[in-house]
């Protein structure tokens, strides 16, 4: 079955650093990879997908992630964290079979001034 | 108006209680989902739906049944409340493919008591 593992339930930066949020992938056939966000209170919405199109993917708020098929990865970065940013993050997996979306465990982002 | 409603918002029930949360979509998507969120587990799949005649388990259906009145419409039922079954609970829609976007409503916090 596909799945998909968030490295790290808590990541905290400094307003300004890097944000690195790790996603990995357990499929053989390359799938359908997102990322969604969710500030307090709200429901997700998307940051950005994977679709094959091409392996370095850029969202919404300056985000980008990179699909590395030999690492089965797919990680968020953000090059200069803000205030704003912090929330949970979700990487999710789709494939052609079955149409479900599977979600990660989520990794809460805290940005420190 | 959202894409996706969700109501009640927030739920206050007894153990033993039967409850329906309710989710209405206006996107005009076939495919329709509801998830839990758990702190520490993400989003987990509870049933989904392709039509009105196309019903499918997720992967925590035990103690949930669902009822797809029309397209745009997605009940979710406990037919007997319990304390673990309090959670955030989340209904989305999505198009055709694999690669396509979920949208989300805004939750329902329910609280088993």
């Known amino acids: 079955a596909q799945s998909v593992t968030q490295l790290g339930s808590h990541v905290s930066v400094s307003e300004g650093a890097l944000v690195l949020l790790r996603c990995n992938y357990s499929?053989?056939?390359?799938?359908?990879l997102f990322w969604y966000v969710q500030y307090p209170n709200q429901g997700l919405q998307l940051l950005l997908k994977y679709t094959s199109a091409a392996t370095l993917v850029k969202g919404i708020n300056g985000f980008e992630a990179e699909f590395k098929k030999s690492e089965t990865s797919f990680h968020l970065t953000k090059p200069s964290a803000h205030m704003s940013d912090a929330a949970e993050y979700f990487c999710?997996?789709?494939?052609?079979?079955?149409?479900?979306?599977?979600f990660g465990q989520g990794t809460e982002l805290s940005v420190k001034p | 108006d959202a894409d996706v409603t969700q109501t009640p918002r927030n739920r206050i029930t007894k153990t033993g209680k039967r409850i329906m949360l309710e989710c209405s979509q206006t996107?005009?998507?076939?495919?329709m989902y509801w998830y839990r969120q758990d702190p520490g587990l993400g989003l987990r799949l509870i049933y989904y739906?392709?039509?009105?005649?196309?019903?499918n388990k997720g992967e925590i259906s035990d103690g949930y049944s669902v009822s797809r009145q029309a397209q745009a419409k997605f009940s979710l039922s406990l037919e007997s409340a319990i304390p673990n079954q309090t959670a955030l609970y989340f209904c989305?829609?999505?198009?055709?493919?694999?690669?396509?976007?979920?949208?989300f409503g805004q939750g329902t916090r329910l609280t088993v008591v």
């Open positions: 989305a829609t999505r198009g055709e493919g694999s690669g396509t976007e979920a949208f």
């Open positions: 999710a997996v789709s494939r052609n079979q079955g149409g479900k979306l599977i």
């Open positions: 499929s053989s056939v390359p799938p359908y």
């Open positions: 739906s392709f039509d009105v005649k196309d019903i």
């Open positions: 996107k005009g998507h076939d495919r």
